[in-house]
């Protein structure tokens, strides 16, 4: 059910933002959404054991579900610009093809899903992995915990960073450290001796997915037409979710085979190769004289 309501949630929030604020203003927008994103996360985490702990799972779960119908109910507050609807007599099959084929006359859409694949790959291992890490290094539970913490932190910080410095973010150019930043905090994953290394490593890991994230949102927003932000949207959504997925189940025979050095390693590495090959995405894209974000 978490699914299928993320398959509608992800791609008309992605959109939303660019109807809802000027051009100018995507960026710290971005920044905002994010930052809020990660900021509530971590404060949800801390209220949601709080809770369990005074009145109870059952309970807790009942409060889950009713916040989900309170901010329901806040949604349908927000007013939304006007836009064409499709024609009524618009089948199915000829609206997936229309997106398709947008989707192919550009190499920097074609790029933008595949970019977010490789982020979310990029993370498989450190889910599978980390806790056998933790228990080696001495930190167990706590440790395991700390470093999604700091994770959470260091992606809220670098969103509010983002936001504060507004249109002096260059979008491309911050997808581009954002993912080289974290696939050298990955590969630096293999060579760490002690969990404080491991701390600092996660603060980075989160920075660097802070900026990455903002690039892709503010190009898609820019570079999509409003008309298709539904289709492009679900697309990117389906096949970066598919990322962290797909990663696990290609370890699973080697998991314990290898060790969780190598495979951080690894990991790292084709994540630094994935942000070069987004660098020719983008260039090509810029010599094919688009309007670029």
Known sequence: MTGLVGAFYAPATQGMVARLVPAGELERATGLMQGATQTMTMLGLVAGGFLVATLGRAQTLMLDGLSFLVFAGVLLLVQLPARASHAADERYWDTFKA??????????????????????????????????RMLSLGAGERGYGLFFGLLLAGAAGGSFLVAGLGQRVNARAA???????????VLALAFTQ????????????????????????????????????????????????????????????????????????????????????????????????????
């Open 99 to 132: 997106g398709v084929r947008y989707v192919r006359g550009s190499t920097l859409l074609m790029g933008l899903p595949l970019l977010s694949l490789l982020v979310n790959a990029s993370f498989a291992p450190i889910d599978m992995l980390l806790p056998k």
């Open 194 to 293: 002690t969990a404080v290394q491991m701390y600092v490593l996660a603060v980075c890991m989160g920075l660097g997915n802070a900026f990455c994230n903002m690039g892709i949102g503010v190009i898609f927003q820019k570079r999509v037409a409003p008309e298709y932000f539904g289709r492009v949207g679900s697309l990117l959504g389906m096949v970066g979710m598919a990322g962290m997925p797909l990663t696990l189940l290609a370890l699973t025979p080697f998991a314990d085979r290898l060790s969780i050095n190598s495979i951080f390693a690894v990991c790292g590495i084709v994540t630094v190769l994935g942000a070069l090959a987004w660098v020719g995405i983008l260039r090509r894209d810029a010599e094919t004289g688009e309007v670029s974000a």
């Open 175 to 185: 997808s581009v450290a954002g993912m080289t930043v974290m696939g050298l905090a």
